[in-house]
């Protein structure tokens, strides 16, 4: 794993004091972390298998000293990690070595809430949730919900694409922000995307937001926001079976009905979850489903009783409709807390982030439970069944020697299986250096050969977060070496060595 | 004239032309010729490149061959209750590909969102004749640059278009439409009061002291919402958005139109010849003149933080004037990068975005 922490290009010299003594110029003391006990901190963020410290931490607090500090180490040739929270999934901003991290965390203003345009200006490090509580006095919300939402931020949730529980009914970050303020290596700055619909030129803004950090550094964002719904009413049900629950899903998305979350869990994460929350969850189901609605109260009732038809002849077996919001949140507070429930009865747990067509999850969880047996440990799976989002959660001891090494082979499979079902290996967690080498199973060389030319637009010099997101052909031709896909051998035209 | 009926023919096409430096105008049925810019190069007609590749109601996607009129995609999602959200014009046979490369979203965008947001992925053949594939089948899908969506609305200048995964939903259970007696400032203030309240609005219009108003959803949704806000529910609607959709509303008759995007609260900007106000206050269309000042026009658009697009005029006013708004230097310099990442000797559809590309 150390060895994945390196960078593609590794040829890098810096000399640390040059650097210092540049910051220092326009960086007041307390903007600028050196030395390792302060470097620490910021040695991974939400993937704690992968660390490394890199040579200093900045810490600006305006836009012109991002701007500053971009120019200076595109003059030095320095790599910039950008950071929000560091709550992210995938070591999308684990430091590099001979790099800066670039945190957001002083970025924490909502610089305007427009309650007649509905929408909300904020500066990158504000934290997802304080969005939509500042925007509640007006009945209104910010939409995307990521689990993390109480700690991620606005930056972070832009550079991953960030989802959530309710992004079936209300999208994806990419369809809640309307514009971003962006500085690229060079400390130009753009303004991508407006406040009015359809942005004149392409559409920068879908390719910045989930570009993990690849392309510029955003200073400001603003996003919509929409009405809170009057009511949300969620339904529980419990299957003797998985395909029978996934089955369900598919039969409530034909029924015309798309629920504002439709999440499913297996027996082994209700059995860890239970004991921790006591959402009254059916410990002898093989697969609990969730599925809210909300609207008007009339709204409401009218799709819960739908609903309720199409889980019935679905063959469900204990059917209950959450009858207040206590209620509600009670049901939704063991799906929510599923990560560190399952965090309590293993040491360690590797969370990966699989998107598959639905019709193929009774196939995918099947050859989770063969998986299992063929690495000895256990997997517990949590998973945004209205979009086909698995997230299986698969618990090891790092302390145990050749755990985590069976873990990672573990989850590499299930990221191979789910592009080999139609699907993608990240929903919603990014690549960053965790899926790095599966980038070449999911994409060709001509692919992989754009991105690498989309990045050179923004980026020529690479020193944005380099060796994250996209691989290097030099990368995926050695992982192909070792992973024949599919009976073919990957990059047939590259050297291998 | 070249005309693609596979995957290869648009290939070998693309790829001579790459070989030969010469530029290619793709066309599929040509319902938009009148959209953007200069019409340079050889046509390629790529509209017999068509048919439905996949179509999964319970996955909510279907994937097209780019020459697949949009009618044929509706009729296939009709069937199933399922639909385009964004509501693309059909104009005169439009294709799937001419839509996503135009990008040019109807009447229930300002509920559903654009034709960006129901891109799932695109089979793209770049401007050396590489067959590219971005995104996919499914709803959730971080991995890479997100390409695809970026294809929409490029006008074909970032590559041929081939094939197209569309996100799709199912079609309202009920729907209503409200008409109310008011000028366009009172519009524009009601659309903006109504849009933060949770009403199931999926589509408005202004037109000659009009508003239109349509409610969709769950039947008791629309039902609670028709008796919240008094308007007169009018018969046969459908008649209506079509005729908005389409733009055969009187509405969009004029031989030169602007289209402004502005932020919905926007107030009506010192612009004469407001014809129609759409997308809760954020779309307004204005008639102009030939020889009229067209600066003041972009100029007032830009002042108010949104963007004015020469629509229908001449080509040789679009030509000259630019059919969108201009870019600030940094920016189309980041343009004219992108575009060479793609298509490096700028042979797609050269001019018909913006003239320096």
Same mark, same amino acid.
């Given at each position: 794993?150390?060895?994945?922490?390196?960078?593609?290009?590794?040829?890098?010299?810096?000399?640390?004091?040059?650097?210092? $003594?540049?910051?220092?110029?326009?960086?007041?003391?307390?903007?600028?972390?050196?030395?390792?006990?302060?470097?620490?901190?910021? %040695?991974?963020?939400?993937?704690?298998?992968?660390?490394? !410290?890199? @040579?200093?931490?900045?810490?600006? %607090?305006?836009?012109?000293?991002?701007?500053?500090?971009?120019?200076?180490?595109?003059?030095?040739?320095?790599?910039?990690?950008?950071?929000?929270?560091? =709550?992210?999934?995938?070591?999308?901003?684990?430091?590099?070595?001979?790099?800066?991290?670039?945190?957001?965390?002083?970025?924490?203003?909502?610089?305007?809430?427009?309650?007649?345009?509905?929408?909300?200006?904020?500066?990158?490090?504000?934290?997802?949730?304080?969005?939509?509580?500042?925007?509640?006095?007006?009945?209104?919300?910010?939409?995307?919900?990521?689990?993390?939402?109480? #700690?991620? =931020?606005?930056?972070?949730?832009?550079?991953?694409?960030? *989802?959530?529980?309710?992004?079936?009914?209300?999208?994806?970050?990419? /369809?809640?922000? !309307?514009?971003? $303020?962006?500085?690229?290596?060079?400390?130009?700055?753009?303004?991508?995307?407006? %406040?009015?619909?359809?942005?004149?030129?392409?559409?920068?803004?879908?390719?910045?937001?989930?570009?993990?950090?690849?392309?510029?550094?955003?200073?400001?964002?603003?996003?919509?926001?929409?009405?809170?719904?009057?009511?949300?009413?969620?339904?529980?049900?419990?299957?003797?079976?998985?395909?029978?629950?996934?089955?369900?899903?598919?039969?409530?998305?034909?029924?015309?009905?798309?629920?504002?979350?439709?999440?499913?869990?297996?027996?082994?994460?209700?059995?860890?979850?239970?004991?921790?929350?006591?959402?009254?969850?059916?410990?002898?189901?093989?697969?609990? @489903?969730?599925?809210?609605?909300?609207?008007?109260?009339?709204?409401?009732? %009218?799709?819960?009783?739908?609903? =309720?038809?199409?889980?019935?002849?679905?063959?469900?077996?204990?059917?209950?409709?959450?009858?207040?919001?206590?209620?509600?949140?009670?049901?939704?507070?063991?799906?929510?807390?599923?990560?560190?429930?399952?965090?309590?009865?293993?040491?360690?747990?590797?969370?990966?982030?699989?998107?598959?067509?639905?019709?193929?999850?009774?196939?995918?969880?099947?050859?989770?439970?063969?998986?299992?047996?063929?690495?000895?440990?256990?997997?517990? &799976?949590?998973?945004?069944?209205?979009?086909?989002?698995?997230?299986?959660?698969?618990?090891?001891?790092?302390?145990?020697?050749? &755990?985590?090494?069976?873990?990672?082979?573990?989850?590499?499979?299930?990221?191979?299986?789910?592009?080999?079902?139609? *699907?993608?290996?990240?929903?919603?967690?990014?690549?960053?250096?965790?899926?790095?080498?599966?980038?070449?199973?999911?994409?060709?060389?001509?692919?992989?050969?754009?991105?690498?030319?989309?990045?050179? #637009?923004?980026?020529?010099?690479?020193?944005?977060?380099? *060796?994250? #997101?996209?691989?290097? !052909?030099?990368?995926?031709?050695?992982?192909?070496?070792? /992973?024949?896909?599919?009976?073919?051998?990957?990059?047939?035209?590259?050297?291998?060595? | 004239?070249?005309?693609?009926?596979?995957?290869?023919?648009?290939?070998?096409?693309?790829?001579?032309?790459?070989?030969?430096?010469?530029?290619?105008?793709?066309?599929?049925?040509?319902?938009?010729?009148?959209?953007?810019?200069?019409?340079?190069?050889?046509?390629?007609?790529?509209?017999?490149?068509?048919?439905?590749?996949?179509?999964?109601?319970?996955?909510?996607?279907?994937?097209?061959?780019?020459?697949?009129?949009?009618?044929?995609?509706?009729?296939?999602?009709?069937?199933?209750?399922?639909?385009?959200?964004?509501?693309?014009?059909?104009?005169?046979?439009?294709?799937?590909?001419?839509?996503?490369?135009?990008?040019?979203?109807?009447?229930?965008?300002?509920?559903?969102?654009?034709?960006?947001?129901?891109?799932?992925?695109?089979?793209?053949?770049?401007?050396?004749?590489?067959?590219?594939?971005?995104?996919?089948?499914?709803?959730?899908?971080?991995?890479?640059?997100?390409?695809?969506?970026?294809?929409?609305?490029?006008?074909?200048?970032?590559?041929?278009?081939? +094939?197209?995964?569309?996100?799709?939903?199912?079609?309202?259970?009920?729907?209503?439409?409200?008409?109310?007696?008011?000028?366009?400032? +009172?519009?524009?203030?009601?659309?903006?009061?109504?849009?933060?309240?949770?009403?199931?609005?999926?589509?408005?219009?202004?037109?000659?002291?009009?508003?239109?108003?349509?409610?969709?959803?769950?039947?008791?949704?629309?039902?609670?919402?028709?008796?919240?806000?008094?308007?007169?529910?009018?018969?046969?609607?459908?008649?209506?958005?079509?005729?908005?959709?389409?733009?055969?509303?009187?509405?969009?008759?004029?031989?030169?139109?602007?289209?402004?995007?502005?932020?919905?609260?926007?107030?009506?900007?010192?612009?004469?010849?407001?014809?129609?106000?759409?997308?809760?206050?954020?779309?307004?269309?204005?008639?102009? +003149?030939?020889?009229?000042?067209?600066?003041?026009?972009?100029?007032?658009?830009?002042?108010?933080?949104?963007?004015?697009?020469?629509?229908?005029?001449?080509?040789?006013?679009?030509?000259?004037?630019?059919?969108?708004?201009?870019?600030?230097?940094?920016?189309?310099?980041?343009?004219?990068?992108?575009?060479?990442?793609?298509?490096?000797?700028?042979?797609?559809?050269?001019?018909?975005?913006?003239? +320096?590309?």
């Amino acid at each position: 794993m150390a060895n994945m922490a390196q960078n593609d290009n590794n040829d890098i010299c810096i000399d640390l004091a040059t650097l210092e $003594r540049r910051l220092r110029l326009f960086l007041p003391p307390h903007c600028l972390l050196l030395g390792e006990e302060d470097l620490r901190p910021y %040695e991974c963020d939400g993937l704690t298998a992968y660390r490394e !410290l890199p @040579l200093a931490v900045c810490l600006p %607090e305006t836009e012109a000293q991002v701007i500053d500090i971009l120019r200076t180490c595109h003059s030095l040739g320095v790599p910039v990690v950008a950071r929000g929270a560091g =709550t992210g999934l995938s070591g999308g901003a684990m430091p590099h070595a001979h790099g800066i991290v670039l945190s957001l965390a002083r970025f924490n203003k909502i610089l305007r809430v427009d309650r007649a345009a509905r929408l909300a200006v904020v500066q990158p490090g504000v934290r997802n949730l304080a969005v939509s509580e500042a925007a509640a006095p007006f009945g209104l919300y910010y939409a995307p919900d990521p689990s993390s939402q109480i #700690a991620c =931020t606005l930056g972070g949730n832009v550079a991953e694409n960030s *989802g959530g529980v309710h992004c079936l009914k209300y999208g994806l970050t990419v /369809h809640n922000v !309307l514009r971003i $303020r962006v500085v690229s290596i060079e400390g130009e700055v753009f303004e991508i995307g407006s %406040e009015a619909p359809d942005a004149a030129g392409y559409d920068l803004l879908a390719l910045l937001i989930g570009s993990e950090g690849m392309l510029g550094v955003v200073t400001e964002v603003t996003v919509k926001l929409v009405p809170k719904p009057e009511l949300a009413q969620v339904v529980m049900a419990s299957f003797s079976d998985v395909a029978k629950a996934g089955d369900a899903v598919a039969a409530i998305i034909a029924a015309g009905i798309i629920p504002a979350g439709l999440e499913m869990m297996d027996k082994a994460a209700t059995a860890a979850v239970e004991p921790f929350v006591k959402a009254g969850y059916d410990m002898n189901a093989e697969a609990i @489903l969730l599925c809210e609605s909300d609207g008007t109260p009339e709204e409401v009732a %009218e799709e819960i009783a739908r609903v =309720t038809e199409v889980l019935k002849a679905a063959g469900a077996n204990d059917i209950r409709v959450s009858q207040s919001e206590g209620e509600r949140l009670r049901f939704w507070a063991g799906r929510k807390a599923a990560f560190p429930a399952v965090g309590r009865i293993t040491p360690d747990y590797y969370c990966m982030d699989g998107t598959i067509p639905r019709k193929r999850l009774a196939e995918m969880l099947s050859a989770i439970a063969a998986m299992e047996t063929k690495y000895g440990l256990r997997c517990a &799976n949590v998973f945004h069944a209205g979009d086909g989002n698995l997230h299986p959660l698969i618990m090891y001891d790092a302390s145990q020697p050749g &755990n985590w090494e069976r873990a990672e082979a573990f989850g590499a499979e299930i990221l191979e299986l789910s592009v080999a079902l139609g *699907g993608s290996i990240t929903g919603e967690h990014g690549v960053g250096i965790e899926k790095i080498n599966q980038m070449c199973v999911q994409y060709a060389t001509p692919e992989i050969e754009a991105f690498h030319r989309v990045k050179a #637009a923004f980026d020529e010099t690479g020193l944005l977060n380099p *060796g994250k #997101a996209v691989p290097s !052909l030099h990368r995926c031709a050695e992982y192909g070496r070792m /992973h024949v896909h599919h009976g073919d051998v990957k990059f047939p035209e590259l050297e291998r060595f | 004239m070249l005309t693609a009926h596979s995957l290869d023919d648009i290939i070998a096409a693309v790829r001579n032309a790459h070989a030969g430096h010469a530029t290619l105008r793709i066309r599929g049925a040509g319902s938009k010729d009148f959209y953007g810019g200069l019409l340079a190069g050889e046509v390629l007609d790529v509209s017999a490149h068509r048919g439905i590749v996949a179509y999964e109601p319970t996955e909510l996607y279907i994937t097209a061959r780019c020459g697949t009129p949009l009618a044929e995609i509706e009729a296939a999602l009709a069937e199933k209750g399922q639909m385009l959200a964004f509501e693309p014009p059909h104009f005169s046979g439009a294709t799937v590909g001419g839509c996503v490369a135009a990008g040019l979203s109807g009447p229930r965008r300002q509920q559903a969102g654009a034709v960006r947001d129901f891109v799932l992925g695109v089979r793209l053949v770049d401007g050396t004749g590489q067959t590219l594939n971005f995104g996919g089948q499914v709803m959730k899908n971080v991995a890479g640059y997100d390409v695809s969506r970026v294809i929409a609305g490029s006008l074909g200048t970032l590559g041929v278009i081939a +094939e197209v995964t569309l996100k799709v939903l199912p079609k309202p259970v009920a729907e209503t439409t409200l008409v109310f007696d008011c000028d366009a400032t +009172e519009a524009i203030r009601r659309l903006n009061e109504w849009g933060g309240q949770p009403l199931p609005i999926s589509a408005s219009f202004w037109h000659d002291g009009q508003l239109w108003l349509r409610l969709s959803g769950a039947r008791a949704a629309v039902e609670a919402a028709t008796t919240k806000l008094r308007g007169n529910p009018t018969v046969n609607p459908e008649k209506h958005w079509n005729s908005i959709r389409e733009q055969t509303h009187p509405a969009f008759a004029a031989s030169l139109l602007w289209r402004l995007a502005v932020p919905s609260t926007t107030p009506c900007p010192e612009v004469d010849g407001l014809r129609a106000i759409e997308w809760g206050g954020a779309l307004r269309w204005y008639a102009g +003149e030939v020889d009229g000042d067209h600066e003041a026009v972009r100029a007032a658009a830009t002042g108010l933080g949104g963007h004015a697009a020469l629509y229908r005029a001449p080509e040789s006013l679009r030509c000259r004037e630019g059919a969108f708004a201009p870019l600030q230097p940094a920016l189309l310099a980041l343009h004219r990068r992108l575009k060479i990442a793609f298509d490096p000797q700028g042979i797609l559809n050269p001019g018909r975005l913006y003239a +320096e590309f």
